[in-house]
């Protein structure tokens, strides 16, 4: 008797567990869902917010001015790379701040950027392999921040990111300045919701009453 009483109870724990564990997967996983989307959302609209007001600080007339590799040891290239640094520096979750127009060929090529390590910065006219179709777009002229619908991969890794105009004081549009924020920015969030402390299901070899539990941090 005492035997069938303690597989039942096996069975029951069993089942328990199962359920349990089913229930909380599916609570985190709707969590997850509504928070990414949330994250996705606030990211937009910080990106947004950072074109619009950044793109106002870069010199435009300086950045009009620079044409070829050999103009980094210019002023204007100093001035520029000093000001898309401010920018960076003010925006957490920005991980590129950078200038492109089109070249002569159509091509999207690079005028300024701030990134700091040099195997990731790229030169004065350097072409853009990897532009999107959204940025080739723009940079024919846009009247103001325009944002990718999704995250895209190019070789420095996922990101989502919003163009903004340079223009002149005379109103003339110049170029194209880009906020791009890396994929960790809300991946690292939503991961969070995985490496919560959940209490854990029952144990049938819990020594303990059947439905205590224990705190386990996942990371």
């Known amino acids: 008797m005492a035997k069938a009483m303690a597989t039942l109870k096996t069975k029951v724990l069993a089942t328990i567990s199962c359920l349990w564990i ?3 997967a599916l609570l985190v996983l709707i969590a997850y869902s509504q928070i990414s989307g949330a994250l996705n959302s606030e990211i937009r609209t910080r990106l947004r917010g950072c074109a619009a007001l950044g793109a106002l600080s870069v010199p435009a007339d300086e950045h009009a001015r620079l044409r070829v590799r050999a103009d980094e040891g ?32 159509g ?5 300024g950027d701030a990134t700091e390590d040099e195997k990731d ?17 723009s940079i024919g002229g846009i009247d103001g921040v325009v944002l990718e619908k999704n995250f895209y991969t190019d070789q420095w890794g ?7 105009p340079i223009r002149a004081p005379t109103g003339r549009w110049t170029a194209c300045c880009a906020w791009t924020s890396h994929s960790r920015a809300c991946g690292a969030s939503c991961g ?6 959940f209490s854990s299901p029952p144990s049938a070899s819990s020594s303990s009453s059947p439905w205590a539990s224990t705190s386990r941090a996942t990371s």
């Open 22 to 24: 089913a229930g909380a």
């Open 74 to 105: 210019t002023k204007e290239y100093a001035d520029v790379i000093a000001a898309l640094g401010r920018i960076q520096a003010g925006s957490a979750d920005v991980k590129f701040v950078y200038t492109v127009r089109r070249a002569a060929d």
């Open 107 to 111: 091509k999207v090529v690079f005028i």
């Open 121 to 137: 910065r790229s030169h004065l006219g350097d072409v853009y392999e990897d532009a999107s179709e959204l940025l080739k777009g």
């Open 158 to 164: 996922t990101f989502l990111s919003a163009y903004a």
């Open 192 to 197: 969070a919701i995985s490496s919560s402390s």
